[in-house]
């Protein structure tokens, strides 16, 4: 039986406190015997077409938390698929448009010091196409992708989209799974969408046999994973 684990996006070095505990039991609870990553393993906020905030560590220090955050995750699962988001080629995006050469350039396996993970754009798993989801959005933004490529799919990048959704033709099922993330909202790298309506939805997703089970993170004050069990 294959138990596929989904992470969401994590950001690192601003995840949620409780998102790396919450995989791990997912694993364990689930029986995974892979997992991958949905992408945006990295913020690089400090590496940013965007505007950077004056509270948020500048490229060298944000790369060392990174780093040590990163190999706690590649503690817990050494052995991963890595779908490579928006912001974990912001370092690629960057260097082209100052005309430099991917050649001069490290890959994302030797940069972030994981040689068990096979970092690529998208991954084709059991008739299930997983990718970040860059260029997708709307109320059910894996549901638009799925559709448009009449695929099973599993993406992140919407940080509010969570959940799975089914349709059919005259000749199949498919599905599309949303895997909300894991970050934390409150970091200042995120302080953009501090009055945003919608907010960020932590979780993660299963897939068993090719069938997607959505699972959210409890982090109500009175939940598992609220940050206070976290220090």
Known sequence: MSRILVVGDIHEPVAHPGYLSFCEDLYDQWDCGQVIFIGDIVDHHAISFHTHHPDCPGPSDEYELSLEKIQGWYEAFPKARVCI??????????????????????DYAETWDTPGWDWQYEHLVEDVYYFHGEGC????????????????????????????????????????????????????????????????????VVVVDGTPYAEPMPVGPKERYHRSKFK
């Not at 988001?85 to 490290?106: M, Q, T």
């Not at 448009?148 to 089914?166: D, E, I, P, R, W």
């Open 85 to 106: 988001g928006n912001h974990d080629a912001r370092i690629v995006r960057l260097a082209e448009s100052v005309n430099i050469p991917s050649k001069f350039l490290r």
């Open 137 to 204: 959005s709307g109320l059910y933004p894996a549901a638009n992708a799925g559709k448009k490529m009449s695929l099973n799919v599993c993406m992140g990048h919407v940080h509010t989209a969570f959940g799975v959704t089914y349709w059919a033709n005259p000749q199949r099922r498919f599905w599309a799974a949303s895997t909300g993330c894991g970050i934390d909202d409150r970091a200042a790298a995120f302080a953009y969408g501090k009055h945003f309506k919608l907010r960020s939805v932590l979780g993660a």
